[in-house]
Structure formats: C-alpha cells, structure tokens
C-alpha cells in the first residue's frame, strides 16, 4: 500500500504543480526563480571560461 501511495504522489504531484504554475505563475517563490536564474548564469560563466561550454543535446536527431 505505501509503495503505491509514493507512485501515486510521484506521478500526479510534479504534475499538479506544473499546471497550477503554468495557470498562475505568481506562484513561484520569487527567491526560488532569483536561485535558479543566477545558478544557470554561473554555470554559463564557468563553462565559458572553461573553454568547454557547447550545446549537448540529449536526444538523438531523427534523421
């Protein structure tokens, strides 16, 4: 019974989240969108200065 109470919260509860901020986007923590912008900035600053920032894509192109 918990195994399939935790499939039912890890299917439907991302899910859910995804619709009610897609339907009202004041939902999000502005402290968690200032984190996440400055977290992908870093990690732009330091790929560049690496020399080893590229695009990886994750799926294979159908040919």
């Not at 995804?18 to 790929?47: D, E, M, N, W, Y």
């Amino acid at each position: 019974m918990l195994r399939l109470t935790a499939l039912f919260l890890a299917t439907f509860l991302p899910s859910l989240y995804v619709a009610l901020i897609s339907f009202h986007p004041g939902l999000i923590p502005p402290q968690l969108v200032v984190s996440i912008v400055a977290a992908s900035l870093l990690k732009l600053r330091t790929q560049k200065r690496n020399n080893t920032w590229s695009l990886k894509l994750r799926m294979p192109i159908a040919s």
